[in-house]
Protein backbone atom coordinates (compact mmCIF):
# COMPACT_ATOMS: atom_id res chain seq x y z
CA UNK A 1 0.00 0.00 0.00
CA UNK A 2 1.24 3.29 -0.90
CA UNK A 3 0.58 6.74 1.02
CA UNK A 4 1.09 9.63 -0.80
CA UNK A 5 0.71 13.76 0.04
CA UNK A 6 -1.42 14.33 -2.98
CA UNK A 7 -3.69 14.00 -5.13
CA UNK A 8 -1.64 13.96 -8.41
CA UNK A 9 1.71 12.12 -6.70
CA UNK A 10 -1.01 9.69 -6.13
CA UNK A 11 -2.45 9.53 -9.59
CA UNK A 12 1.48 9.68 -10.68
CA UNK A 13 2.32 6.11 -8.27
CA UNK A 14 -0.51 4.73 -9.26
CA UNK A 15 0.09 4.86 -13.06
CA UNK A 16 3.40 4.00 -12.68
CA UNK A 17 2.69 1.17 -10.47
CA UNK A 18 -0.99 -0.62 -10.71
CA UNK A 19 -0.66 -0.42 -6.80
CA UNK A 20 -3.32 0.68 -4.84
CA UNK A 21 -2.65 4.28 -3.15
CA UNK A 22 -3.75 6.39 -0.74
CA UNK A 23 -4.02 9.96 -0.54
CA UNK A 24 -3.40 11.67 2.40
CA UNK A 25 -4.02 15.29 1.21
CA UNK A 26 -0.74 16.83 3.70
CA UNK A 27 2.36 15.57 4.66
CA UNK A 28 1.10 16.00 8.19
CA UNK A 29 -2.02 13.26 7.54
CA UNK A 30 0.56 11.15 6.32
CA UNK A 31 1.30 9.16 10.08
CA UNK A 32 -2.72 9.13 10.77
CA UNK A 33 -3.53 7.22 7.19
CA UNK A 34 -0.50 5.10 7.70
CA UNK A 35 -2.06 3.99 11.00
CA UNK A 36 -5.40 3.50 10.19
CA UNK A 37 -3.76 1.18 7.24
CA UNK A 38 -1.97 -0.67 9.47
CA UNK A 39 -5.05 -1.20 11.71
CA UNK A 40 -6.60 -2.52 8.68
CA UNK A 41 -3.68 -4.58 6.80
CA UNK A 42 -1.68 -5.64 9.61
CA UNK A 43 1.35 -7.47 7.36
CA UNK A 44 1.46 -5.34 4.28
CA UNK A 45 4.23 -3.23 3.31
CA UNK A 46 3.31 0.69 3.54
CA UNK A 47 5.28 2.94 1.91
CA UNK A 48 5.23 7.02 2.33
CA UNK A 49 5.20 8.85 -0.89
CA UNK A 50 5.93 12.63 -0.43
CA UNK A 51 5.53 15.72 -3.00
CA UNK A 52 8.57 17.16 -4.66
CA UNK A 53 7.39 20.83 -3.91
CA UNK A 54 10.61 22.42 -4.75
CA UNK A 55 9.23 23.98 -7.19
CA UNK A 56 6.23 25.17 -5.10
CA UNK A 57 8.47 26.41 -2.26
CA UNK A 58 10.24 28.67 -4.97
CA UNK A 59 6.85 30.00 -6.38
CA UNK A 60 4.95 30.31 -2.71
CA UNK A 61 7.70 29.87 0.22
CA UNK A 62 6.05 26.55 1.47
CA UNK A 63 8.61 24.74 2.80
CA UNK A 64 9.61 20.97 1.43
CA UNK A 65 11.74 20.24 4.20
CA UNK A 66 8.92 21.08 6.78
CA UNK A 67 6.26 18.81 4.87
CA UNK A 68 9.24 16.04 4.58
CA UNK A 69 9.68 16.60 8.96
CA UNK A 70 6.05 16.49 9.33
CA UNK A 71 5.96 13.04 7.75
CA UNK A 72 9.17 11.78 9.17
CA UNK A 73 8.08 12.34 12.32
CA UNK A 74 5.03 10.04 11.47
CA UNK A 75 6.77 7.03 12.32
Same mark, same amino acid.
Given at each position: ?12 ? &????S *? ?8 C ?7 T ?19 ? &??R ?8 ? *?C??D??
Open positions: MLVTEGYATAASV &HEAT *RSVAVAFNANMKAVAKLRQQAPGALIALCGDDNQDT &HRTGKNHRAAL *RAASG
